[in-house]
């Protein structure tokens, strides 16, 4: 050693490595049989909250029209101005939704048009995943409204109303 | 009293000074405190029944209703006192104990009275839990559909069919909690003016059919005008929604219509939102009409006019700006003007005086005729051969257009083509009356503005910056770049008009010198 690096001498004990290597296959061998923390998506879906805020879903009556009213307090409140609609009256003489169409795009998802209505008709739904190949996709038009399945969100627990 | 003769009272801590006899109510006004009501109206006969208008006055043991109360020297009235307060809210409550739950498919939702005095002083929460009364949708003929779940039985609709139209059809029927509004058995409400109580209702029980769903009225755009239906000239309140004309509704003159208008003014909108309209300047080519810029289009008509006797043809409803700028070109090419008025049956609101639904259906007759045109029923009949033509937004019947054809050049000005007429050699769109500035003079000599309701039709002007680049094009400089600065120009040429100018005017017209004159005399 011609710059004389002093060597020191120590135990076999510490220096071999097949003791951490024992330690670091007992870890792997641990987490085999320990519950998993990884969502495997889309396989498998984390739940959401019943608070979720998703796209909207306008529910139906029995008979399959719209619960809508068009009385208009939706696109009213709206803060983000992403409801457009147009009343319109049908040979009974309700008032029903001539246009409902809804900008996804704009919408920021804060609820107050399923707050608002009076007929809880349009609701948020607990549902995230959307894709579509144009802009004008993300417009959901009356018939696209009332055709979503999805679960819907809970604004508040329908037993306690005003969160007592 | 005072000297002056009017009465002093304080209202709200505001000292007032009103004629005696004047109500509360109306004594509150002047200073700007609405004092609640439903059953009293300024343009009836009052009832005092709702008792909603409730008031606390100083010294009195009892609280007074004030639309039935005359105001006297020294009083002192309080609106919003404990006892006037707790009052009201009681009355408001009695009233929503059967009114439905509706607003959001109720047309007057957003203007109902109903809605404004309950969020402003009125129960949170009702505390009858019975099933409410249910009445069926009524239809009552005319335009005007009852619902009796939302009446509050103010009996407005009735007074004005007694005291107003002098048509009774409307009574109270039945009593107590059965009591509704009942229409006489076999009539229907199709006087010609019974839609106002549509607008006299101030709840939705009396809706209009024609406006039935249509809109939500917090979404309408208003802009003030004049009624076209006839030579009244009744104020109108224009609606649009996205640019498309929605209803009109009255606008209050004491002078003229106090707060009514006929049935058919109130439905003659529906012109306004035509779609066949003339959009762009064209001249007549070997292919047909070819559209062409504005400058092209004005220099092209003055090509044709130049040198020639110009016959004008000039609609009735036109404004007295674009008929003065016409008489202009009359005078320069020493031609002649004509219109033919449309006529109808005379209908009187007897009530109101000296208001009727006119025979002569045009809003400008009176106009057309001072500034120098001829009510004709044959207006073509001065046309001579070799004339050219000017058509200012005036049909043609069928009688008119074999007169047309002596015409050497047709010019059309106007909102669409004109009916009737084969073809034109120039075209220049014009913005109808709703979609500019202007004025009306009404049968009665009183000037009054109309404004700007809603964006032209396409490349379409109003009228008086067509004519006035016309006059111009024609060597008759009238530059003008405003509609008031035509009318100024009008009103120190004419004396008839002068002294008025848009800010005299107002938004309530003023008579022109010789009828106010005659009225001074009478």
């Not at chain 2, 707060?259 to 292919?287: K, Q, T, V």
């Not at chain 2, 019947?397 to 050699?425: I, W």
Request: contains cysteine; hydrophobic residues 40%.
């Amino acid at each position: 050693m011609a710059i004389g690096v002093k060597v020191i001498e120590r135990p076999i004990a510490e220096t071999s490595y097949v003791r951490a290597a024992l330690q670091g296959m007992g870890r792997t061998l641990k987490h085999l049989f320990e519950q998993k923390v990884t969502t495997q998506y889309p396989e498998q879906k984390e739940s959401l909250s019943r608070r979720w805020r998703g796209t909207h879903r306008m529910l139906t009556t029995e008979d399959g029209k719209a619960k809508c009213v068009a009385c208009g307090l939706c696109p009213t409140i709206c803060p983000a101005n992403c409801i457009k609609l147009v009343p319109g009256e049908d040979e009974r003489g309700n008032r029903y939704p001539l246009a409902f169409e809804i900008d996804e795009f704009r919408c920021i998802f804060c609820g107050y048009c399923q707050e608002v209505c009076p007929e809880e008709a349009i609701h948020l739904g607990r549902h995230y995943e959307n894709s579509e190949y144009s802009r004008e996709g993300f417009v959901y038009d009356l018939e696209r409204l009332t055709a979503q399945t999805h679960p819907v969100c809970e604004m508040w627990d329908p037993a306690d109303p005003k969160g007592e | 009293m005072s000297d002056s003769g009017m009465v002093n009272l304080t209202i709200e801590g505001r000292a007032v000074s009103v004629e005696p006899g004047t109500s509360v109510l109306e004594a509150a006004k002047t200073v700007g405190v609405l004092i609640p009501h439903y059953c009293y109206h300024p343009g009836l006969p009052v009832a005092g029944s709702c008792r909603m208008c409730l008031v606390d006055v100083e010294k009195a043991p009892k609280l007074a209703p004030a639309c039935a109360t005359a105001v006297a020297e020294g009083q002192v009235i309080r609106v919003h006192t404990e006892k006037a307060r707790t009052a009201r809210k009681g009355v408001l409550e009695m009233l929503l104990i059967n009114h439905p739950l509706d607003c959001p498919i109720c047309d007057r939702s957003g203007e109902c009275e109903l809605q404004d005095f309950t969020y402003q002083e009125g129960p949170a929460e009702s505390r009858y839990r019975d099933p409410k009364r249910f009445n069926p949708v009524e239809d009552f003929g005319g335009d005007v559909v009852y619902v009796p779940n939302r009446c509050i039985l103010c009996t407005r609709c009735v007074r004005f069919m007694d005291d107003v139209a002098h048509d009774p059809v409307l009574n109270v029927e039945e009593r107590g909690d059965r009591a509704h509004i009942g229409k006489f058995e076999g009539k229907d409400l199709t006087h010609p003016w019974a839609a106002n109580v549509i607008d006299l209702c101030p709840v939705g029980a009396l809706v209009s059919k024609d406006f039935l769903n249509k809109a939500r009225v917090w979404e309408l755009d208003r802009a003030a005008s004049v009624c076209t239906g006839c030579s009244q000239g009744c104020n109108l309140v224009v609606e649009t929604r996205d640019n498309v004309v929605m209803r009109l509704k009255p606008r209050p003159n004491p002078e003229v219509n106090e707060f009514f208008i006929c049935d058919h003014g109130r439905l003659n909108y529906r012109w306004m939102n035509r779609r066949d309209r003339l959009e762009s300047p064209a001249i007549r080519g070997a292919g047909g009409y070819e559209a062409v810029d504005w400058d092209v289009a004005t220099a092209g008509a003055a090509r044709i006019l130049k040198g020639k006797r110009v016959f004008v043809l000039a609609s009735p409803n036109l404004s007295n700006e674009a008929l003065w700028l016409l008489s202009r070109l009359i005078r320069k090419s020493g031609g002649a003007g004509a219109f033919r008025m449309p006529n109808g049956s005379e209908a009187p609101l007897p009530g109101v005086v000296d208001l009727a639904l006119r025979a002569d259906r045009a809003a400008n007759g009176a106009g057309a005729e001072l500034l120098g045109m001829t009510r004709s029923e044959s207006p073509l009949g001065g046309l001579q051969a070799g004339d050219a033509l000017l058509i200012v937004d005036h049909d043609l019947a069928p009688e008119d257009v074999a007169f047309a054809g002596r015409a050497s050049a047709v010019v059309v000005a106007g909102t669409a083509m004109p009916a009737g007429l084969e073809r034109a050699d120039v075209l220049l769109p014009m913005c109808n009356v709703v979609e500019e500035d202007g004025t009306f003079t009404n049968l009665r000599g009183r000037v009054q503005r109309f404004l700007q309701a809603k964006a032209p039709s396409g490349l379409a002007r109003p009228s008086w910056y067509v004519l006035s680049g016309l006059c111009t094009a024609l060597g008759d400089s009238a530059e003008y770049f405003s509609a008031s600065a035509v009318f100024d120009a009008l009103a120190t040429e004419h004396t008839e008009f002068a002294g008025m100018s848009y800010g005299v005017l107002g938004l309530r017209g003023r008579r022109i010198a010789s009828q106010a004159d005659a009225e001074v005399r009478a």
